[in-house]
């Protein structure tokens, strides 16, 4: 799993009981997962089918930096299945984990689904580069 990407808790991110509001987490995680699907299939013309289990395990607190932990879980014809692992910057303390998020890859014209062409070991493959060339290895 990568992290790669991180947000500020902002007081517009909190409940009435001062924490990460749930909805904004899912929010983010949509946007991230997407983010993460686009770029392993290198094509923008995704949907959402389907987001699994949800489990919020602790808060997140004002102030707080979260990070996003992305995962392939399973590449098919025209779907590709994430996890996305939220979780504190400073505590590695989990906050949310989201498993089995499925996009679709769909024709822009049609809205159907069509085929990404990709496989899990070309996705190995592809971010084994990709990782070498933003010196993370
Ligand atoms: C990024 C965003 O926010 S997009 C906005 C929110 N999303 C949307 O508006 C999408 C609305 N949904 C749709 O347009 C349609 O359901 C479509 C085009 C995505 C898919 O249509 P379907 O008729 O379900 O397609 P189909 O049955 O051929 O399945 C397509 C793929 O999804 C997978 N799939 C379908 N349903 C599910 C499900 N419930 N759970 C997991 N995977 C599923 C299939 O296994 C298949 O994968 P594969 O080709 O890799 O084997």
Same mark, same amino acid.
Not at 87 to 93: C, E, G, I, L
Not at 104 to 121: A, C, N, S, W, Y
């Given at each position: $799993? @990568? ?6 808790? $902002?007081?517009?991110?909190?409940? +009435? ?14 946007? &991230?997962?997407? =983010? +993460? ?20 395990? !602790? ?7 979260? &990070? ?18 939220? @979780? ?31 496989? =899990? ?8 580069? &990709? $990782?070498? !060339?933003?010196?993370?290895?």
């Amino acid at each position: $799993m @990568r992290f790669l990407s991180r947000r500020l808790v $902002m007081p517009n991110d909190l409940n +009435y009981a001062n924490a990460l509001f749930g909805g904004r987490a899912l929010e983010w995680i949509d946007e &991230e997962a997407a =983010i +993460y699907a686009i770029c392993q299939l290198e094509t923008n013309c995704l949907v959402t089918k389907h987001i699994g289990e949800i489990s919020f395990e !602790s808060p997140a607190t004002q102030g707080d930096i979260v &990070e996003f932990g992305l995962a392939t879980k399973k590449v098919g014809k025209t779907s590709i299945t994430v996890t996305c692992l939220v @979780r504190n910057k400073a505590t590695k303390k989990t906050i949310c984990l989201a498993d089995d998020i499925v996009f679709v890859r769909v024709d822009p014209d049609t809205k159907l689904p069509v085929p990404h062409g990709k496989t =899990i070991e070309a996705l190995v493959a592809q971010t084994q580069e &990709e $990782m070498k !060339s933003l010196n993370i290895l």
